[in-house]
Nanobody
Framework: QVQLVESGGGLVQAGGSLRLSCVASGRAFSDYAVAWFRQAPGKVREFVSLLSWSGNADYADSVKGRFTISRDNAKNTVYLQMNTLKPEDTAVYYC????????????????WGQGTQVTVSS
């Protein structure tokens, strides 16, 4: 079992930055794929970024060039650096993890955190 806890969300003005963290506990997850998803009010959860255990990353087109995903396996932590934030980035951000390869579909992830709210004001 893996437990995930996100943090780092908050209120920021458009153009600002935030760094989200997702700390895993229960077992080392260096061989897990991890991903960030987000869900805005009234919308379905959408893919933001993923990172394989080997370090291959992918991003949604809407965040490409602004967000960077990374991981520190020694700390069992995944980060999402978010720069040049826009009001449309406002959502609850969730991290997910699964053993093996990463997927764009959130249904493929076995473990989820409780989410952290990101609000970007215009």
């Amino acid at each position: 079992q893996v437990q995930l806890v996100e943090s780092g969300g908050g209120l920021v003005q458009a153009g600002g930055s935030l760094r989200l963290s997702c700390v895993a506990s229960g077992r080392a997850f260096s061989d897990y794929a991890v991903a960030w998803f987000r869900q805005a009010p009234g919308k379905v959860r959408e893919f933001v970024s993923l990172l394989s255990w080997s370090g291959n990353a992918d991003y949604a087109d809407s965040v490409k060039g602004r967000f960077t995903i990374s991981r520190d396996n020694a700390k069992n932590t995944v980060y999402l650096q978010m720069n040049t934030l826009k009001p449309e980035d406002t959502a609850v951000y969730y991290c997910g993890a699964r053993r093996g390869r990463p997927y764009l579909d959130g249904k493929e992830y076995d473990y989820w955190g409780q989410g952290t709210q990101v609000t970007v004001s215009s």
